[in-house]
Each structure stands twice: as C-alpha cells, then as structure tokens.
C-alpha cells in the first residue's frame, strides 16, 4: 500500500516537473492535491486525540483577568475595527465569550466599547451567554457594551479616555486593527495594564508585540477557537489545513526548481 502511494507521488511530482507553465501543469497540480487531501482526511480523521502547541495569549486570559480581581478594577475589551462578518470579528467574538465565562467566575465585569452596531450587538448576546455558562447572571450589565463611533482616530481618542476613566486592570486588543494599534496600547502601556492582542494585521503586529505582554499573530487569531472549545473535529480540521499548506508550499518550491533546471 505505501508503495504504491510513493509511487504515486513520484509520478505526480514528475508530471509537475515536467509540465512546467503549460495547461498540463494545472490538472497534475489539482490531481495531486486532491490525492492529498483525499489521504489525509482517510489517514487522520480516525485520531482520537490532536495536539496542537500552545497559544500563549489563551492561556493568559485567565491570569490576566484574574489579575484584574485582585485589584478591583473591570475588563476592557476591544474588538477591532474590522465589522462582522469578517473572520477576525468572528474570532474576535469566540474569544470574548470565554473571556466573559473567566469573568463571570470571578464577577468581575467587562466594559466592551465598539466601532459598529452589529459587532456590539453580537458582543453583547456572547457576554451574556458567558456570564450564563460562567453560573452569575447577575453580572449581566448591557449598558457596559456600547458603541462609540466608526471612524478611527476618535474611536481610538474615546478608547484612551476610558481607560483613563476606569483604571482596567487589563485590556484585550482582538480583531483588525489600523494606524490605532500604538496609540491605543502605547497610552495603555503607560498605566501599567496587563494586555493581550490578537490580530491579523500583519503590519500591527510589530506594535501589539512590542507593547503588549501577550499576542496572538495572524492564524493563532483564527486558530483560538479550536484551541479553546477543545473540539477534536475542529482541531482535526485545522490540523489538516496545516498539512495541506505544507504540501501547497512544497509543490510551490518543486515546481520552482523544475523550472529553473
């Protein structure tokens, strides 16, 4: 049986060598990857158990929020400026409703301020559900999640302005975020806030790392919602898009060369 599947991806590996730039190339690339796909969905789908490293930004909700009791002071979430449906708002979201479970745990409440209507709206069914699920319904206080404005600069100026008013003892940057990032975590930074930053902005990054004690960069954003809810055919799934990526990437680099020699 492995011989044969060796001996498959040789001649798949020869026709996308040899096929170059021409139309032939397409269909021996799409025919190998859906070999691929075909035989890791066949070899791994059975696993009982994926493990997946370790994402330092979930793991640190809980001491971050538990920080936050201890000093008596609430949570500030801030949940991009990307609006729903984008798949960083989606993510931005899963995460606040285990945000909000952690807080309900320690009644500790959260103070979300938005830059769309829909995401708040979203934001305040996921708190709700959290506090719910985390056993204290009583925490429940919609006047806490509002929305502010959708342009940029002031969004991030009344950002600032909360936290200066109410002293979070720690603050959660997830979602998209703009040329706001460092004007929001630097001013943070500087009242000694514990925060986490998750985005796919690859050109915020720098910033949120630079600023923030824990960060959650580009795919480790979307990857946070398998990581927490512990779903095998979540985590199966996204370990099989990672595989597949792999190989994408391999064939990229075979055809290169092919090309070249």
């Not at 044969?4 to 021996?28: C, D, E, H, T, V």
């Not at 991009?80 to 931005?92: D, E, N, R, T, Y």
């Not at 927490?228 to 075979?254: G, H």
């Amino acid at each position: 049986m492995l011989r044969k599947i060796n001996r498959n991806y040789f001649f798949l590996l020869i026709l996308i060598l040899k096929a170059q730039a021409s139309p032939q190339y397409f269909w021996g690339l799409f025919i190998f990857i859906i070999f691929l796909m075909g035989f890791a969905i066949f070899y791994f789908l059975p696993m009982k158990d994926v493990k997946i490293r370790e994402l330092g930004g979930i793991n640190g909700l809980e001491e971050a929020i538990g920080r936050s009791t201890e000093m008596g002071k609430p949570i500030l979430y801030v949940a991009g400026l990307k609006p729903i449906p984008a798949v960083s708002a989606i993510a931005a979201m899963n995460i606040l409703n285990e945000v909000a479970k952690i807080s309900a745990r320690y009644s500790t409440p959260i103070i979300s301020p938005h830059n769309n209507p829909v995401t708040m709206l979203t934001a305040k069914e996921e708190i709700k559900e959290g506090f719910l699920q985390g056993g204290n319904p009583d925490l429940i206080n919609t006047s806490k999640i509002f929305y502010i404005t959708d342009s940029t600069f002031p969004y991030a100026v009344a950002v600032n302005s909360l936290v200066n008013e109410t002293k979070p003892g720690a603050i959660f940057y997830m979602g998209t975020f703009y040329a706001e990032s460092l004007i929001l975590t630097e001013h943070a930074q500087g009242t000694g806030t514990i925060q986490i930053a998750g985005t796919d902005s690859v050109a915020q990054l720098p910033f949120f790392i630079v600023t923030c004690d824990f960060t959650l960069m580009g795919e480790e954003l979307f990857a946070s919602t398998a990581y927490i809810k512990k779903d095998t055919t979540s985590l199966k799934f996204l370990f099989l898009t990672d595989i597949l990526k792999a190989f994408i990437i391999l064939l990229i680099i075979i055809y290169n060369i092919g090309h070249i020699f």
